[in-house]
C-alpha cells in the first residue's frame, strides 16, 4: 500500500482546497482541523556494502515541515521539531554494512509555524554521508574575503578555516591543507595548517592567503573562486571538500548608500517565500535556477528570502547566477526581533 514518491516532497499541495482552512496556508485541507491529513509517513529501503565498516554513517535532512522523527532498522534515532533547519543524525551503530537497511520518518504537519503556506512531508534534500572517524565538520569550512579598506584595491587576503571532528578515542594529528582555484581553473594560492584532534572531540584550524588583483563577484559578473580543503590523518588523505565562494565588498554609507566593491549600487529586489506554483515547498534544484533567471530577466539584482533559512541549492543559484540575497529570519521569544 505504500506510494511511490520522489525526494523533495510536499503532500499538502496535493490536498484539496477547503474554505474552513487558513487562507495564508493556501486555503489547503492540513494542519488544525484536519488531523486525517496531517501525519505522512516515508520508507526506504537500501543495501550499505561491508567496505563501509569503520566509517561513520549519517542520514543528513536538509528540511522537513514539520516535527519529524526518524527509526534505522527499528531503531529510534531522532527527532527534529523544526520545519526549517536542517539536521544530522549519527546512524553508524544501527547501520547494517554489508546488507539491508530500512529508514522510516514519520512527518506532523500538524501545527504551523508561519502565516504563510508551508507545505508539509520532506520537501527538501535527504543524504546518506559516509565519513572517516576523522572528517570535516559539518558547515565546517568557512572562508571569507577582506582588502585593508572597503574598497577593494590590490590583494584580497583570504581567510581560511575548517573544523575536524575526531570519534577515535585516541588524539589524531591531522594536516589541513587549502587550494585556491580561480574561476578559469587555476590555482591561486595554497597554504596548511596542522594541529591534535583530541579523543572524541574537535578542533579549529586557520590560515589566511593573498590572491593578488582578484576577479569580483557582482550581480552583473559572478566570478566564482573555488575553495579545495584537504584533510589527511597521519599522511593519509581522510576528508576532501570543494567550496565555492566570490571575492568583494560591500558597505553602507550615510551619504553614498550601499557600496558593492567600492561603489554605489542600487538595490532592486522582491521578497520571496520559499513555495513555487504547482509544487508547494517542494522545489526541484533546476527550479531554483530557473526562479532567479526569471527575476534577473525583469531587472532583479536583489533577493530577499521570507521568513526562514533558505534552501542550500537556492543560495548556490544566486552565487552562481549573480544575485544578491537579504536573508531574513525571526527570533521568537521575550526578546523577539528581526535580524537581517
Same mark, same amino acid.
Given at each position: 500500500?505504500? #506510494? ?48 563501509? *565498516? ?26 527534529? %521539531? ?37 507545505? %508539509? &512531508? ?12 576523522? %572528517? ?69 584550524? %586557520? ?53 558593492? /566593491?567600492? *561603489? ?9 517565500? *520559499? ?23 525583469? &531587472?532583479?539584482?536583489?533577493? #530577499? ?14 552565487? #552562481? ?11 521568537? &521569544?521575550?526578546?523577539?526581533? /528581526?535580524?537581517?
Amino acid at each position: 500500500s505504500w #506510494r511511490r514518491v520522489d525526494l523533495p516532497h510536499d503532500w499538502a499541495i496535493e490536498m484539496p482546497f477547503d474554505s474552513h482552512t487558513d487562507a495564508s496556508h493556501g486555503y489547503r485541507a492540513v494542519g488544525p482541523g484536519f488531523p486525517r491529513n496531517n501525519i505522512g509517513w516515508y520508507r526506504k529501503t537500501f543495501d550499505l556494502p561491508a567496505s563501509d *565498516q569503520g566509517r561513520r554513517i549519517w542520514l543528513e535532512f536538509d528540511g522537513a515541515f514539520r516535527d519529524y522523527t526518524v527509526f534505522v532498522n527499528g531503531w529510534f534515532v531522532g527527532r527534529h %521539531a523544526s520545519g526549517y533547519y536542517g539536521v544530522r543524525f549519527d546512524v553508524t551503530d544501527v547501520a547494517n554494512c554489508g546488507g539491508s537497511n530500512v529508514v522510516a520518518v514519520r512527518v506532523d504537519a500538524s501545527h504551523t509555524e508561519g502565516w504563510f503556506y508551508e507545505g %508539509a &512531508g520532506i520537501y527538501r534534500h535527504v543524504w546518506l554521508v559516509k565519513t572517516s572517524p576523522i %572528517a570535516i565538520e559539518p558547515d565546517g569550512v568557512f572562508v571569507h574575503s577582506t582588502f585593508k579598506t572597503a574598497v577593494p584595491t590590490g590583494p584580497a587576503t583570504i581567510h581560511l578555516e575548517t573544523a575536524i571532528a575526531n570519534s577515535f578515542k585516541t588524539d589524531r594529528n591531522v594536516k589541513v591543507s587549502w587550494s585556491i582555484v580561480a574561476p578559469d581553473g587555476k590555482e591561486v594560492a595554497s597554504t596548511y595548517a596542522r594541529g591534535t584532534v583530541p579523543d572524541s572531540g574537535r578542533i579549529s584550524l %586557520a590560515s589566511a592567503v593573498d590572491v593578488g588583483t582578484p576577479g569580483l563577484w557582482s550581480p552583473e559578473s559572478p566570478r566564482l573562486y573555488k575553495l579545495i580543503t584537504t584533510v589527511a590523518n597521519d599522511g593519509t588523505v581522510v576528508d576532501r571538500k570543494e567550496t565555492e565562494f566570490g571575492i568583494r565588498t560591500f558597505a553602507f554609507d550615510a551619504d553614498r548608500g550601499f557600496l558593492l /566593491n567600492g *561603489q554605489p549600487y542600487l538595490i532592486k529586489g522582491t521578497c520571496n517565500h *520559499q513555495d513555487h506554483a504547482g509544487v508547494g515547498a517542494a522545489l526541484p534544484d533546476a527550479l531554483q535556477y530557473f526562479r532567479i533567471r526569471r527575476l534577473k530577466e525583469i &531587472g532583479m539584482n536583489a533577493y #530577499r528570502t521570507a521568513h526562514n533559512p533558505p534552501t542550500p541549492e537556492f543560495l548556490e543559484a544566486c552565487d #552562481r547566477l549573480g544575485m544578491l540575497v537579504m536573508d531574513e529570519c525571526r527570533l521568537v &521569544g521575550s526578546d523577539a526581533r /528581526n535580524i537581517s
